[in-house]
């Protein structure tokens, strides 16, 4: 299937990061958080993203909508779904889809209704089989190259057009109680952390206010929402969002961490199980503040020897964590071919009884091979 290179090119960060430094790990043993009310087992919901709807996004919130890749209905990213829950036991999907996509290019105006049918179809099919599909604007904070509400240009969107989006789709899914609402992914270069938590409140109570008021919402922050810089950089601020009751029932923050060695997802290697500088000290703010969060986009490349160590070694100890660490979805499968360089496509053989899945290596061992079975109970 083809694939944009673009997309491929720009989908991540070219976050720079500390661990850039560091040389390749020699196995070591999982640490330990440093808090004391550490649970062991296993996060309750797992799975893969399901990516298409996203394609033709840069980072700078631009979306070409001539390079959206109809997965449900020009792929089989529903039939992929399947596969992944029937024969490996995983339960949760996330589904980028481009902003611009679901208005069709109008900034603030309604759900395009061919548009929204399209990305529907996918999400109702996920919705058939998980028991969590999660709804990704895939957009950086940004539309057309500006920034949501605080712009330098002062020409960016506004709050009200972005919670416009999220209200309309909270209206849509409101009785669909296994969809959950990624609210933005990767925000970076945000110049005001706390403007970014006002309009992620706005977004919040967009959401529960169209009637969404029991699904799971997840929360993200600058740094591409990188796990490593989410405490000292996103979290403080972001603590204060809340559902119009005050509560914090059912919000959840939305990380992300790659293990090559700049951290951008963008190579078949891996340098760093990620727990010393991300996952250990993100636990204890989570549980220090009572707040839990899910790691919706991690991998490596698909065969890749120190992916499969590192990996399940950062798995493993998100599984440990589990008492704040609630999901793990990881980046690839959907319309991404099976050579793309982090792939988590699987392949696919035509025989007498239909298509047979076959799962990249790195799937099978480090995300059905550590999450399995993981029961979609918080
Ligand atoms: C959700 O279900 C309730 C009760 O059945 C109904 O009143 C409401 O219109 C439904 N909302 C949507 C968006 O389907
Ligand atoms: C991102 O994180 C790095 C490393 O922690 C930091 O140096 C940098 O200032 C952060 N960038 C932003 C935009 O916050
Ligand atoms: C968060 O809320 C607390 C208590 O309401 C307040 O003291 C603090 O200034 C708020 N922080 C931000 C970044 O808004
Ligand atoms: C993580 O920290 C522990 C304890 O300080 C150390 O033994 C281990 O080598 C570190 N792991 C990595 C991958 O840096
Ligand atoms: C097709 O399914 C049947 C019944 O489960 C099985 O006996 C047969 O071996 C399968 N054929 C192939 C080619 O997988």
Not at 57 to 65: E, N, S, V, Y
Not at 117 to 126: E, F, H, I, P
Request: overall charge negative; proline content about 5%; aromatic content about 8%.
């Amino acid at each position: 299937m083809c694939m944009p290179f673009s997309t491929v090119l720009f989908k991540h960060c070219f976050l720079w990061i500390l661990t850039a430094m560091c040389p390749p790990t020699t196995p070591a043993p999982a640490p330990m958080s440093t808090s004391t009310s550490t649970t062991s087992g296993q996060v309750a919901f797992a799975g893969v993203n399901i990516a298409g709807f996203d394609f033709g996004c840069q980072i700078d919130g631009t979306c070409d909508i001539t390079q959206t890749f109809d997965v449900a209905s020009t792929g089989d990213g529903i039939q992929q779904m399947q596969h992944f829950v029937q024969d490996d036991g995983l339960n949760a999907f996330r589904l980028p889809v481009a902003w611009q996509y679901l208005v069709n290019n109008q900034l603030g105006g309604p759900l395009d209704a061919t548009n929204a049918a399209a990305y529907d179809k996918l999400v109702m099919g996920c919705a058939g089989v998980a028991k969590m599909c999660i709804i990704d604007i895939h957009n950086y904070a940004r539309y057309n190259g500006m920034i949501i509400a605080q712009d330098p240009s002062g020409q960016g969107p506004t709050d009200a057009q972005y919670t416009s989006l999220l209200s309309q789709l909270a209206t849509k899914y409101a009785n669909v109680s296994n969809v959950a609402f990624d609210i933005m992914n990767e925000p970076h270069d945000i110049p005001d952390i706390n403007r970014w938590a006002q309009s992620s409140q706005a977004a919040v109570t967009a959401i529960r206010n169209a009637g969404a008021t029991t699904q799971q919402i997840l929360i993200p922050g600058t740094n591409f929402t990188s796990a490593q810089t989410f405490a000292t950089l996103s979290g403080p601020a972001l603590l204060n969002v809340t559902n119009p009751d005050g509560s914090t029932t059912n919000l959840m923050f939305n990380v992300h961490r790659y293990l090559d060695s700049d951290g951008s997802g963008t190579h078949a290697n891996c340098v760093d199980n990620n727990i010393n500088d991300s996952f250990m000290p993100l636990a204890n703010f989570l549980r220090t503040n009572n707040r839990v969060a899910m790691l919706t986009e991690t991998g490596g490349g698909p065969t890749d020897a120190s992916c499969m160590q590192l990996l399940c070694e950062q798995n493993d100890f998100i599984n440990q964590n589990s008492d704040v660490f609630k999901g793990v979805v990881s980046w690839a499968a959907g319309g991404f071919d099976t050579t793309y360089v982090i792939t988590e496509r699987p392949a696919e053989t035509q025989g007498a009884n239909g298509t047979t899945f076959t799962d990249q290596p790195l799937v099978t061992q480090c995300i059905v091979g550590k999450f399995r079975g993981a029961s979609g109970i918080l």
